[in-house]
């Protein structure tokens, strides 16, 4: 997993919102303790902010260069596939253009 969460140079922040007791973000819980450390570990000058509140459905937002920002939702998704999700968000170079 090392290099798993090596962050595009574009990328400038990633921010994950979710519930901190609902169900519905328990598999985002679940990812950011199992993959938070590796991924500031990677990328310690980059921030990656968590945001808690109640009753909010998880998601996470990208922002690139420029103010360039994209999001996307993790209702519903698995760890897994909400890692797959985080991958493709943090390392796509093109969302910054």
């Known amino acids: 997993m090392s290099g798993k969460y090596v962050f595009a140079k574009s990328l400038k922040e990633v921010r994950f919102l979710f519930c901190q ?9 679940s990812f950011l303790l199992r993959a938070y450390p590796a991924m500031k570990k990677n990328n310690p000058q980059t921030p990656i902010m968590m945001r808690e509140a109640a009753g909010t459905l998880p998601k996470v937002f990208a922002r690139y260069e420029f103010g360039k920002e994209t999001s996307q939702s993790l209702e519903g998704l698995s760890d897994k596939q909400i890692e797959d999700t985080v991958t493709t968000l943090v390392k796509n170079e093109s969302a910054a253009s």
């Open 21 to 29: 007791t609902g169900e519905h973000s328990a598999a985002t819980r």
